[in-house]
Each structure stands twice: as structure tokens, then as C-alpha cells.
């Protein structure tokens, strides 16, 4: 059976890259309106059709969202495609699974990070022939890279190469800093692919749909109506977004080693230790649970490896950091809210070091060493809500309260806390040699 479907431009030029034997990844990125779920369920349709007997993959964050959105596109493609049920395809809605005559398949998948599944070990040892996620900025890079890898299934049968299908707004994540930037600086890998879709690309379109789009708030219309990435999430924002994604390829000047060590407090809190050569943090250990005992002991093995000097090692002192504070003599704990240093114009010493540590970055002063892309996608997060709060006010300079960021990303930014704690040594550099308190 064939079908020859009515497509945009941009559609085409996508559909046209699922030809060829370079491109593994498709970014169909974009305002609201720009076709990109049609073009995704199209594209896993039309694969189903021409190959027998494949296996694809059509997910999303969320499977109820995936069935109330994304499935709703499907089915319209089917029906504008004259392919009916029970005819051409069945729909098991208990196990998820789209059936089509020649025995393709296309599985529903629900991608979000668990925290019981951080592996997605739900995928077990799923293979596919080709994936398309909806909503791809709702996603983690880690999923991402699973569902890619699980791209093997009748590949050799029918000489084709593993395809990723992904559809977003624009979003400061993974996408930004691995299609969207690469893109625009003309540095995408040649495997990847980034298509850009507005809705005034979209001939099939509503005509009201556009007017809808330019009532929103400024940010959303901004993101949604001009496909605007470069938008900001807030004036109040001390980091640049460009800035904190370059602390994983600058290289921060070397010097006198340091650890610094965020302790959990309650529930979801992870401690976070972090070994500094200089400006450059060469190894972040964390860890869910852990004893004030095993804290220390943690800390320090990696001094003792490394020859760090105890006046070189901070702690969040605050809550049960002061146990492990106190095991480890003649190391520095750090008070979030003590005065600041140099009687500077700070509400405390948190807010001291976080606009120390924002000026750093902003200067590609510091640098970060991970392979892990959950803990680069945790800093990021983090970082990305370091604001100044009540900045237009004659009052001591303040950030927003930690309570805060936790009901803003879902949890404590542990990550960016330690980064600002070796703050404390920049701005008193004599700490550790004559500095009296």
C-alpha cells in the first residue's frame, strides 16, 4: 500500500532526511502550529506501511498525554490516509500497541524519569526499527539516549539506518544545547539534523490558530508564535543559559586543590562532594542516602588521594553537615545565612558566593568535568534559577530562597550549592593562612 501525503515545506525537507543513510536524529523543533506532531506520526506511519513486519516506537514523557494528544494526530493521519480500522491497523489500548495488517507494530511508550526506573529499565531489552518521541523537551537526555540505543530491529533486512524522530517548542534543555545551539552556530554534527517550523509554515493551520497564539504572555509568545529559543526565562536570571552550558567544555584555571561538600538534609536530598583543581571541578561523587559517618569518610579518601589541605575543604554546615564538620577538624564550615564577607552589601553568605559564582561563569572563569548527563542536566537546572530577588529595591542584594527552587525543578539544587561554596576562597582568598574570623 502507498500513500503520497500532502506536506509542507518543512515537512518534505524533514521527510527527505528520513531517506538518507547519514542522519540518525531529526529535531523538528519550532513555534506551536508548525506541524511537527503531524509530520511524526506520519513518518512512523508511513515506515509501518512500507516495511513489513517492523517495530517503532511512539512516546512521550507521560502515556496519558501521549493518548490524549499525540495518539488523537495519529489516527487523524490514518483516516486522511484512508487507513481504517479493523482494516489496516487495530488499537490494544491495554497493552499500548498499534497493530497494522503486514504485522508492523507501534508501541506507546511513557518516557518519564521515574524515580524508581533513573535506568528505564521498563524498556528492558525492547528492540526497534525506528522512535519517535512527541514533546521531546519534556524528556531527559538519558532517555533519549536509551530509546536510541534500542534502534536495531530488522535494520540489516531492510538496509536502513537507526532513525530518531523528535519533536519540540523551544525549551533551555537537552535540545537547546544539543540541536538548537550546534545548529545555530553551524557546528550540528552531520548524524543530526535540526528543522526550525513556525506556524505561518503551516498551510493546514487553523486560521484563528495564529490569533490564539499572539494573546499569550510575552515568554510563551515569545517560545510558541516566533520560535523564539533565545528567549529568557526571566530578567532576574544572574547566569546566562549559553554560559552555564560552556562550564562542560571550558577549561577554569588550575591551582591549589579544594573539596566541597553539600550535605543532605531530608528525603530527596542528595550530598554532593565535589574535588576543585583550582576553577575546574574534576570529580562530583553523590550520593541519595548517607550517614554523617560515611559522608566523612568519603571526603576524606578523595583529600588523601589528592593531598588536599584541610583548610582547603568546605562544608555546608547548616542541619546534619555540622556532624560532619565536626569529624573532620580544622576544615571550613560554610553557614548559609553568617554574614557576608568584607562587610559587602549581600543579605548573607549564600547570596555572597552565588554572585560570585554567577560572575565566574559569566566570564567562562570555571569549568566542569562529567560524563554523567543526569548530573550535567541537574547543574544546568540548578544554575538556570540562580535570580536575584527584589533587585529593584534600595536593600541588601538577595537571591530566591532554596524553598523555592525545589517548587520551581522538583527538588534541592545540591549541585549548584557546593559549585557556590568554593566561592568562600575567592572572596577570601587568605582563608587558610592568616585569615581570623
Partial sequence: MKVKPILTDKQALAFEYLKDEETNEILFGGGAGGGKSWWLCAAII???IKYKGIRALLGRSKLDNLKKTTLNTFFEVCGQWNLTTPKHYTYNAQANIISFYNGSEVILKDLFNYPSDRNFDS?????????????CNQITEKAKQIVSSRIRYKLDE????????????????????EFYRPARNNELPKHRKF?????????????????????LDRLSKERLLFGNWEYDAADDNLILYDKIVDLFTNQGQLGEKYITCDVARFGQDKTVIMLWNGLQVEQI???????????AKAIQD???????KRANIIIDEDGVGGGVVDMLPSCRGFVNNSRPLKNENYQNLKTQCYYKLAEKINKNEIGITTNDIMIKQYIIEELEQVRSKNADRDTKLQIIQKDVIKNLIGRSPDFADSLAMRMYYEIDSNYGRYFVQ
Fill in 195 to 215: 528543522i526550525q517550523a513556525l506556524v505561518d509554515d503551516n498551510r493546514n493551520i487553523s486560521k484563528h490558530y495564529k490569533e490564539q497564539l499572539s494573546k
Fill in 123 to 135: 524498556l528492558g531489552s525492547l528492540e526497534l526499527s525506528i522512535a519517535g518521541i512527541d514533546e
Fill in 46 to 48: 508511513s515506515n509501518c
Fill in 158 to 177: 531492510y538496509n536502513l539506518v537507526p532513525k530518531l524522530l523528535l519533536t519540540c517548542n523551544p525549551s533551555k534543555n537537552w535540545c537547546y544545547t
Fill in 285 to 295: 561523587q553523590s550520593y541519595d542516602k548517607s550517614s554523617i559517618t560515611e559522608v
Fill in 302 to 308: 578523595l583529600q588523601f588521594k589528592n593531598e588536599v
